[in-house]
T-cell receptor
Framework: DAGVTQSPTHLIKTRGQHVTLRCSPI?????VSWYQQVLGQGPQFIFQ???????GRGNFPDRFSARQFPNYSSELNVNALLLGDSALYLC???????????????FGAGSRLTVL | GESVGLHLPTLSVQEGDNSIINCAYS??????FIWYKQESGKGPQFIID?????DKRQGQRVTVLLNKTVKHLSLQIAATQPGDSAVYFC????????????FGTGTQLKVEL
């Protein structure tokens, strides 16, 4: 079975440009979350979506936006790129939103964004 | 792929020894804790989790210990193997918080032959 797939795997942009990153969750998973991982640090929560609705947002500027489509795939958009946006962007999916039981998040391999 | 563990604390162990990786978590209200393993060029991979109503949970070759009094979490790996070499992250979450996890800074585990 395919895991969480992300595209592109690597990309290089210049300051001021925008970028769109894509994620396909595991089949049957309804929730997608996005995390940013700067080199040498742990992942930081950006967004989570469930059933096409935003269900949480981390401490990131409005330049970051996302959406989830009817097939549960998701896009992360970043506008007006800054050098500090260079990072590995991870998408994770889960069957449901974690509430009262263990709900394993499965991560993709990420999209490595370099901003020059 | 690029090294995830750049400038992270490093634990070096001999193959076959037991490894103990420690983590201090930040939110005393967190009630769900997870350990992830991340190899170079890959996303974090679930290892084991524990809820706050437990203080110990065992998996295959791994044990997680939770001390809520001092907000401390540890991962014990028995009979460490070369394939265990990776960066290990603890993460904390909250019931009702959905899938929002707060990750620690990570520890690079190096297994020496």
């Amino acid at each position: 079975d395919a895991g969480v797939t992300q595209s592109p795997t690597h990309l290089i942009k210049t300051r001021g440009q925008h970028v769109t990153l894509r994620c396909s969750p595991i089949s049957g998973h309804k929730s997608v979350s996005w995390y940013q991982q700067v080199l040498g640090q742990g992942p930081q929560f950006i967004f989570q979506y469930y059933e096409k609705e935003e269900r949480g947002r981390g401490n990131f500027p409005d330049r970051f936006s996302a959406r989830q489509f009817p097939n549960y795939s998701s896009e992360l958009n970043v506008n007006a790129l800054l050098l500090g946006d260079s990072a590995l962007y991870l998408c994770a999916s889960s069957l449901e939103l974690f509430r009262s039981g263990a709900n394993v998040l499965t991560f993709g391999a990420g999209s490595r964004l370099t901003v020059l | 792929g690029e090294s995830v563990g750049l400038h992270l604390p490093t634990l070096s162990v001999q193959e076959g020894d037991n490894s103990i990786i420690n983590c201090a978590y930040s939110n005393s209200a967190s009630d769900y804790f997870i350990w992830y393993k991340q190899e170079s060029g890959k996303g974090p991979q679930f290892i084991i989790d524990i809820r706050s109503n437990m203080d110990k949970r065992q998996g295959q070759r791994v044990t997680v210990l939770l001390n809520k009094t001092v907000k401390h979490l540890s991962l014990q790996i028995a009979a460490t193997q070369p394939g265990d070499s990776a960066v290990y992250f603890c993460a904390e979450g909250l019931t009702g918080g959905g899938n929002k996890l707060t990750f620690g800074t990570g520890t690079q585990l190096k297994v020496e032959l």
